[in-house]
């Protein structure tokens, strides 16, 4: 997009761009900078907004940038006639998806002929390919998407973030153990004895070598309760290169105590249901790879950092039981 072009953009919407992980602020066409809150703890509260006004996603056939036999189609988020600034607390990133499939990044990114990112596709993907902006919304971040081209859409938010969005960092692990009808039924069994089995222990879940990916906590579970040799379902935690995943799909779910999650130093467990009647999704929807949520209950399991406990409790705060 040329810059003659792009300061023709000139309706304005509100675009609360709110971080998520990092201690970075927005940069770009705002110059908005962001504050920082503590919980009770003294963590940092991941939430805080930082607010850019007149902002769109547009994208549009690059003629000047095809190669070969393949179309070039160039993207950018422009606020107030400028690009927008890719930061942590923002999350903006780009990504194209062919057929409803996995996003895939830009090939080039802040190029020549002034797109943020540019993707290469064959001409018979056109009508198959959507170009997807992500962007950071309290706790979680939306998506704007352009099915067609030429596509200059303004971006919307609302009061709820479309996606629950926990980013990798170098630090960090992402797990999730989804609970099937084995250990449900030995819950449910033990219940009638007076054991009630709702609630996480950490330390089945973790140490300071990580996150127990390939474990069954539910056996453990039943280990800590009672010495007694029952079915405890075959499930395990499953990896995840991040946690992504549409809202709609879950809520939070309580345990015994109250609580809606647990934590030792090493790790965060989330109590979490699903909330469709056959639950089938990736933990990471970007990649539609790694773990997957397969029953009515799963426990996301993630490193502890203060990003990541951030992130969580404003999301927990904001969903209804």
């Not at 107030?80 to 080039?108: E, I």
């Not at 706790?139 to 971006?155: H, K, M, R, T, Y």
């Not at 919307?156 to 153990?177: D, V, Y």
């Not at 075959?234 to 939070?252: L, M, P, W």
């Amino acid at each position: 997009m040329k810059s003659l072009q792009l300061t023709t953009i000139c309706a304005i919407t509100l675009l609360g761009l709110m971080t998520g992980c990092g201690g970075a602020g927005m940069s770009g066409a705002a110059g908005t900078s962001r504050k920082e809150k503590q919980d009770d703890s003294g963590r940092t509260d991941a939430s805080t907004p930082a607010v850019v006004t007149g902002a769109y996603l547009t994208c549009n056939d690059s003629p000047e940038d095809s190669q070969g036999n393949n179309d070039a189609v160039g993207c950018s988020m422009i606020a107030n006639g400028a690009t927008v600034t890719p930061t942590p607390a923002n999350k903006l990133a780009f990504y194209r998806s062919k057929d409803g499939g996995p996003y895939q990044k830009p090939d080039k990114s802040n190029t020549a002929s002034g797109h943020q990112a540019l993707f290469y596709k064959a001409k018979t993907e056109t009508a198959k390919t959507r170009y997807i902006a992500t962007y950071a919304n309290q706790w979680g971040v939306d998506e704007i998407s352009c099915n067609n081209l030429p596509c200059n859409q303004a971006v919307k938010i609302g009061t709820t973030p479309e996606f629950l969005s926990i980013e990798p960092q170098a630090t960090t692990q992402f797990g999730a153990w989804s609970m099937d009808s084995g250990y449900i039924s030995t819950v449910n069994t033990l219940k009638k004895m007076g054991i009630d089995l709702n609630f996480i222990e950490p330390d089945s879940y973790c140490d300071r070598s990580g996150i127990f990916f390939g474990s069954n906590p539910g056996k453990k579970y039943i280990q800590i309760k009672t010495s007694m040799s029952m079915p405890w379902g075959a499930t395990t935690i499953e990896s995840s290169s991040r946690f992504y995943a549409q809202v709609s799909n879950f809520s939070k779910k309580k345990l015994k105590d109250g609580s809606f999650y647990k934590e030792n130093s090493y790790c965060i467990v989330v109590s979490l249901k699903t909330t469709n009647g056959s639950p089938d999704f990736y933990a990471d929807e970007i990649s539609q790879s790694g773990a997957k949520i397969r029953t009515d209950q799963f426990h996301l399991v993630l490193t502890n950092t203060s990003e990541n406990l951030g992130i969580i409790k404003s999301f927990l705060n904001a969903i209804p039981d």
